[in-house]
């Protein structure tokens, strides 16, 4: 018997991959949202899912996300894993009511008597020229309530283990799927139902003058900036958060301990956001390391512009670039 | 393969400094073609590339520490395409701007270098303005906090006592050989002289050194063995590979002239010029410098008469020989001015005894004495 060669997959269709794989491995689990059973979804993450696992198991909802949310919820605390889809994170704040008062702390309000393992996914982020609410970027508002697990992948072998830890953790997680890369990049992913463990930071690209940390679709610039840096022999350590709630300090704090300089991109608003919290905690454990000021590259504190200007909004690799400029200047 | 990794150089050396690049990003490069050359701890070695390819990135830059099985190059990937349905305008793969994100550590990576030191920033804002390098500075707060005080107190003895520097390479071994050695042996110099009269004009000392040397182990091989403290086992070698101290201007390196005892006076001859040409260049591949079974330190080339030569374990024995000078000596009962050549042999004395060093060290007499 030989082994097929595996296969490349984009984001997106590692998304479906874990789907799949943990639909078949987990009878209760079980898809639901706007358009992701005939249609397979609109960016098509749960193509194929109705014709293998039946309506029962994948199914379309009104366009409600209240409902969405709340079945979801229900399903949860009475023995079934749903994986409901939010077709753009800009159509969540409809749903806040049922995740935060009752998916975050249902575990907690019950003692513990029932718990709620649902998964919320969501495509989220600007670059795609899509309508303003479409664009956002609004992981720091769910990073903030306990109770909540908040993960965003940045590859395509990342996502797919990342996704099938979520499903299989015993609690609510937010899983936030940069929609801007979600066919970028292929990558070998091998669908053997290994999952990478939540709540870990990764470390993409190993420097030691200095660690830029982001997540989501910025990794991708990130990345760039780190391979061009590279060049003039700048050495970059590239750290994707991944898990923005709770938070992985450690990994964090191992490399500015080495480095002594950081630099924090995200593609949300500047302020009150997920970097805030990370330089915060680089502040009150870090500051007898750090060399410079820590620096966050980071969305204007507007509403995402219309389509037109949304280039001015997104953050650039040559603005990456000069961030770490900058801070390598310092002191 | 996507990435190289630095491969194991060998003899268990676990870190490698980068002192060249013979590529650069972008490049094309053979299989077997030089890729880089890397400074082991003792000597430089050249790593060629294990595949044809082109470079994409280069891992680290001259004088940065690599660790065995750290990637070393990324090769270009082989380009990707994609189709897709989307909505709004989503760029798939292919584009010119991919960039590789293949390979990621779960959490963090290692230490590859030491973390850096702990100050308050103000502290560090001090060692700008006085210009004091913070790497070293000692430091005398808790946890190994440096204050303002000590970064007061190097820059005051930097600026009245001089500068100081860090080890490097050659050196650092030497520093760590001897304080091992130190730790480890328990060492015994003694010391005689040799009357050389009767060598005729133009003997090569070193030669007729190694040629002793060769005769002294037939007589104790106990003392061409190497010693393992842990132990407590002594393995007496078959082969007497010579280790033979030479001074450079990087630091000590000790070649390894190997197999004496089967090799004619030529033969070591050429295989010791070769390996001081290579120690010279730089060029001794990292092999040729470990093994030795014994070692001889000839310092009489520079100066000095006795000496007090550092047992390196495992070996239990190094030969010192001194400066031959004009000696006035007590020649059939009378007074006579011969050419006398001075010895110190060091042992271990953990498994080496004072007879069994005394009989080699007479050995070796009796074979220098000789005219030829």
């Known amino acids: 018997m030989t082994s097929l060669p595996p296969l490349k997959k984009t984001l997106v269709e590692a998304v479906n991959l874990a789907l799949a794989h943990e639909m078949r491995r987990d009878e209760s689990v079980v898809v639901l949202g706007e358009d992701v059973a005939t249609n397979g979804g609109v960016f098509r993450a749960t193509e194929g899912l109705k014709d293998e696992f039946g309506i029962r198991r994948v199914m379309d909802t009104p366009l409600a996300e209240a409902l969405i949310a709340g079945v979801a919820v229900g399903m949860a605390s009475q023995g079934l894993k749903p994986v409901a889809e939010i077709q753009f994170m800009g159509f969540i704040f409809a749903a806040m009511e049922h995740i935060i008062c009752h998916a975050a702390r249902m575990r907690n309000r019950t ?117 061009q840096l590279a060049q003039q022999g700048i050495s970059v350590e590239v750290i994707d958060v991944a898990t923005l709630k709770p938070l992985d300090m450690e990994t964090i704090l191992h490399s500015v301990e080495k480095t002594g300089r950081c630099v924090i991109v995200h593609e949300a608003a500047r302020s009150n956001g997920v970097g805030a919290e990370i330089a915060a905690q680089l502040a009150e454990k870090a500051l007898l390391w750090l060399q410079a000021p820590v620096k966050r590259i980071a969305g204007y504190d507007i509403p995402m512009p219309y389509f037109k200007y949304e280039q001015y909004y997104m953050i650039h690799v040559d603005e990456i670039i000069q961030g770490i400029e900058e801070t390598l200047a310092y002191g | 393969m996507k990435y190289f990794k630095l491969p194991d150089l060998g003899e268990g050396l676990q870190e490698s400094e980068i002192v060249e690049w013979h590529i650069k990003p972008g490049e094309a490069i053979k299989t077997d073609q ?77 230490h590859r270098s030491a973390p850096q030191k ?70 015994v110099t003694i010391h005689d002289d040799v009357d050389i009269y009767r060598w005729p004009e133009g003997t ?43 001074d450079t201007p990087d630091g000590l390196f000790v070649p390894i002239l190997r197999n004496i005892s089967q090799r004619d006076a030529d033969d070591l001859r050429d295989g010791l010029n070769n390996l001081r ?50 000696e006035v000596v007590a020649f059939e009962g009378q007074v006579a ?35 030829e």
């Open chain 1, 111 to 227: 003692r513990g008597r029932l718990s709620c393992p649902m998964v919320l996914r969501a495509p989220y982020g600007g670059g795609i020229h899509a309508p303003e609410h479409h664009s956002e970027s609004t992981e720091a508002l769910f990073a903030h309530i306990p109770g909540l697990r908040v993960v965003v992948p940045s590859s395509p072998a990342r996502t797919y283990g990342l996704l099938l830890s979520a499903i299989r953790d015993p609690d609510p997680v937010i899983f936030l799927e940069p929609k801007r890369i979600y066919r970028l990049n292929k990558q070998e992913v091998i669908d053997n139902g290994e999952a990478l463990p939540l709540d870990v930071c990764f470390t993409l690209r190993e420097g030691k003058d200095i660690t830029l940390v982001t997540w989501g679709a910025m990794v991708h610039e990130a990345l760039q900036a780190a391979d």
């Open chain 2, 34 to 110: 030089l890729l880089v050359s890397v400074e082991t701890a003792k000597a430089i070695v050249e790593v060629p590339s294990p595949q044809d390819g082109i470079i994409k990135t280069l891992f680290g830059k001259p004088g940065d520490i690599l660790h065995v099985g750290e990637p070393l190059v990324e090769f270009e990937g082989e380009s990707q395409e994609d189709t897709g349905t989307v909505v709004g305008e989503m760029k798939s793969a292919s584009e010119t701007n991919s960039v590789s994100d293949d390979h990621f550590i779960i959490g963090s990576a290692h």
């Open chain 2, 118 to 187: 702990r100050c308050t920033p103000a502290v560090r804002a001090l060692a700008k303005r006085l210009n004091v390098d913070l790497a070293m500075v000692s430091a005398s707060g808790s946890n190994g906090l440096i204050t303002a005080e000590d970064v007061e107190k190097a820059h005051q003895m930097s600026s009245e006592k001089g500068e100081q520097f860090i080890l490097r390479g050659v050196q650092r071994v030497m520093a760590n050989n001897m304080t091992k050695a130190h730790a480890q042996v328990v060492q």
């Open chain 2, 204 to 246: 090569d000392p070193t030669m007729r050194l190694v040629r002793a040397i060769k005769a002294a182990c037939e007589i104790e091989p106990n003392l061409n063995a190497w010693y393992d403290g842990n132990e407590m086992t002594l393995r007496p070698l078959k082969k007497i590979d010579l280790g033979i101290a030479v």
């Open chain 2, 277 to 326: 040409q290579a120690v010279k260049n730089r060029k001794i591949p990292p092999s040729e410098l470990i093994g030795g079974s014994i070692t001889l330190s000839n310092y009489g080339t520079i100066a000095g008469r006795y000496g007090n030569p550092v047992v390196v374990p495992p070996t239990v024995a190094i030969i010192g020989a001194g400066v031959i000078k004009e």
């Open chain 2, 337 to 371: 001015i011969h050419r006398v050549l001075p010895l110190s042999l060091s042992f271990d004395h953990r498994p080496i005894t004072g007879g069994e060093a005394g009989r080699f060290l007479k050995a070796l007499m009796t074979d220098l004495a000789l005219a």
